[in-house]
Structures are given as C-alpha cells and as structure tokens.
C-alpha cells in the first residue's frame, strides 16, 4: 500500500506542471474567443459557431465544451446590433416586427384585391345580362311607378262597382217594394 501511495504522489507532483499548462493554455484560448466576440459585436457582425473558432484559432469542440462562450456567441447571433454609423440599430427583433408588419400588409392587400375582383365580377356579370336582353331592363324603377299607378287605378274601379252595385241593389230593392204596393194597390181595388 505504501507503494501505491508514493507512486500516487510522484503523479500527482509530476502532473502539477502539465495541468496549470492546460488551465493557462485553456485561459490563452477563452482569452482570444472573447475578443473575437467583442470584435464581431462591435462591428455588427452575426458570426456562426464556426467563424469564431476559425478565427480564434480553436477548435469548435472547446467552444462547445465551454457553455459561457457559446451562450455569447448564440446571444450575438439572436440579437446583432448593426449600425450604419447614422441611423438607429437594426436588430433581429426590429427586422422581425418588420417582416410581420409586411405580412399584415400583404394579407390586407390580398383580402382588397379579392373584394375589388368580386365587385369587377358582378359589375361585368350584371353588364352582361343586361346586353343579352335577358336582364331586366333599365328603367325598372318607372315601370314600378306604372305598376303602382295601374294598381291604384284598379282599386278606385273596384270600388266605383261596388257602389253601384249597391246603387243597383238599392233600387231593385225600392223597385220591388214599389211594385208589391201597386200590386197590393190594384188588388184592393
């Protein structure tokens, strides 16, 4: 056991030196990934995960390893900030309310275009019929007022016979009773 032990301390003061190498060389590699990432922020650039390893001379798998440096990468990749040097920035949020706002904007000039087809629709339809002959003719509104005139006409003859229908069922009535006195009359005679 005490074998063990000993050799177990020689590895471990052996080894000292060979991983602070690793930490300083891993810290060299964290050091340049994030000034990259400052760089590409600074200019607006949207990098991908391959880029900046590319140019921080890494390989992607430490990126990947490495969360925090990933996290930075995918936060600049979500929201750039690029500036033209005299506008506002444009950011992916921005770029997206836009595309939605053209979306709107389209779908509104859609359902119009539809609206305005259905109306050309029935305005060429209704021409149409009316140069077929088949439609009903133009001056469909003074034919209604003749209609209602005739109308009016015929209840005003309607009415005139029935009173003198009942004119006539008068003096037929007052021209029996006149004719059952003379007869009475001429009888009592």
């Known amino acids: 056991m005490s074998s063990t032990k000993s050799a177990r301390a020689q590895?471990?003061?052996?080894s000292g030196p060979m991983l602070d190498g690793r930490r300083n060389d891993s810290m060299r590699r964290r050091q340049r990934v994030i000034a990259i990432l400052d760089r590409a922020a600074a200019d607006g650039e949207q990098p991908s995960t391959a880029a900046i390893a590319r140019?921080?001379?890494?390989d992607r798998t430490f990126l990947y390893r490495h969360r925090d440096l990933l996290e930075k990468i995918h936060a600049l990749?979500?929201?750039p900030a690029t500036t033209s040097g005299t506008g506002p920035a444009v950011t992916r949020a921005s770029l997206q309310a836009d595309l939605l706002a053209a979306h709107e904007r389209a779908a509104r000039?859609?359902?119009r275009v539809q609206?305005?087809?259905k109306r050309l629709s029935e305005a060429l339809g209704e021409q149409t019929w009316r140069e077929s002959g088949l439609g009903a003719p133009t001056d469909i509104d003074a034919l209604h007022q003749r209609i209602n005139q005739l109308e009016?006409?015929?209840?005003?003859l309607q009415q005139q016979l029935?009173?003198?229908?009942?004119?006539i069922a008068a003096a037929r009535a007052t021209n029996c009773e006149?004719?059952?006195?003379?007869?009475?009359?001429?009888?009592?005679r």
């Open 152 to 156: 009016q006409h015929n209840l005003d």
């Open 109 to 111: 000039l859609n359902a």
């Open 55 to 58: 140019a921080a001379g890494v």
């Open 162 to 167: 029935e009173e003198r229908d009942h004119d």
């Open 11 to 14: 590895h471990t003061t052996s």
């Open 115 to 117: 609206h305005l087809e």
């Open 178 to 188: 006149l004719m059952a006195r003379l007869n009475t009359t001429t009888r009592t």
């Open 77 to 79: 990749q979500a929201d």
